[in-house]
């Protein structure tokens, strides 16, 4: 048996998101039905970030033992074989007995990315939330500057995901511009579910003069959902990286 | 009788080109049957560039006359409520009688965009050729300096496009790189059938040590499509600006 880790991108817009679910499409579930192709194994293939449906990942990593004889590159080629050409593995490579993508994972950096032009992009529709008002940029980066450091991040939380410890580390959380397109960059020890997108829908309000970046450090700090904003879309959304 | 000038991007992949077909979807097929939706016209749009299929468009220019009585951005509005989101009218302006997009263009900018890397890449796969093997910058940027300037470009035209003259002037080739992806700029007064495309395929062969920029000097001047590479794919082709 060897433990194999993986390095993947992919495009999630066919697809209802990482984990597998009965009768729909999923990245997890295309992955170990070709996994069973090559190897004959039934596999349930572990990925550092269950991605929502929409979301991209560009640095997703992912390990699945096997019983094959088949080095890592082979098991790449063979992967890129026969994956549809919305996931390609980039890297293979033989891991540690104890390596598991999810629980070995000690930082993950993500990238929401929003175009902020008068009209939408028809090339870019899938990447980039599109937002046509004119936004206060370093009000919405002052804003997200609050976000670094450990906190109880419960006013940034999808409303039906009130079981887990709600604090979490974040070491980096950069807004920027470039062009007409603005990112937010966060990495941290993990994040709670659409975390990141309520904070970008939140930072909207801010940008949008509907709240100041002190109101933002409220909302934080209230633990409260209600004063946060709106989810924003799955699409901006992208896993940048995994670091173990 | 209104004439209106407007200026679109697309995504190309979902059409065989910008010229109608019976049967096919098409760009200009989709767009003059949105025309019809809003003002019950029988139009037919004409493009500046007939985009082969898969080929997108960032600037593409075209017009059409309408009785219609709506200011230009109303109808900016009404079209990109109709439209699907892989089309996208960034603006509509009016035009003088005698504006035909086509005929009274006089430059056309096309960019091709080479990713190349080891892996291909999912999320990029339908804006970029991907290409593996390493490439000599250098020398590519070499051949198509020699582009520039007023050429019979026979050698570098679809064997299916002999009636025109194969004349055309071309104000500038830049092929550039930022970190993987390499781009060709062209700007000229027209282009053939596939000329950028066969460009693009026989600059490859210089990258990849097969032709000389010499070389790409001679079957240039030789004006034989024998000599030059293969037709690139379309989808690494985007029309970028046209100028009137």
Same mark, same amino acid.
């Given at each position: 048996?060897q433990n ?23 990245? =997890?579930?295309?992955?170990?039905? @070709?996994? *069973?192709?090559?190897?004959? +194994?039934?596999? /349930?293939?572990?990925?550092? !970030? ?9 640095? =997703?990593?992912?390990?699945?033992w @096997?019983? *094959?004889?088949?080095?890592? +590159?082979?098991? /790449?080629?063979?992967?890129? !074989? ?13 891991a540690?007995?104890?390596f ?145």
């Open positions: 048996m194999l880790k993986l390095t993947m991108e992919y495009d999630g817009t066919a697809y209802h998101g990482w984990q597998v679910q009965p009768g729909l499409p999923t990245i =997890q579930g295309v992955f170990d039905e @070709t996994v *069973k192709r090559i190897s004959g +194994d039934e596999v /349930r293939v572990t990925g550092a !970030g269950r991605t929502d449906a929409g979301v991209h990942a560009m640095g =997703q990593v992912a390990n699945f @096997t019983k *094959k004889d088949l080095a890592p +590159d082979a098991w /790449r080629r063979a992967l890129n !074989g026969l994956l549809p050409s919305d996931i390609v593995v980039q890297r293979v490579e033989p540690p007995e104890d598991d993508a999810r629980r070995s994972a000690r930082h993950k950096t993500y990238r929401y990315t929003i175009l902020n032009t008068p009209h939408p992009s028809a090339l870019e529709r899938h990447w980039v939330l599109h937002i046509s008002d004119s936004l206060a940029l370093a009000e919405m980066a002052e804003g997200a500057a609050y976000l670094i450091g450990e906190h109880d991040f419960s006013a940034f939380r999808a409303a039906n995901d009130n079981l887990r410890n709600p604090v979490r580390r974040v070491y980096e959380a950069r807004f920027g511009s470039e062009a007409n397109h603005l990112h937010l960059v966060m990495t941290g020890s993990g994040f709670l579910k659409h975390m990141i997108r309520i904070i970008v829908g939140t930072l909207l309000d801010v940008g949008r003069g509907k709240l100041t970046p002190d109101d933002f450090q409220r909302i934080l700090r209230s633990k409260d959902r209600q004063g946060a904003g709106r989810t924003a879309p799955p699409h901006g959304l992208c896993l940048m990286h995994v670091s173990y």
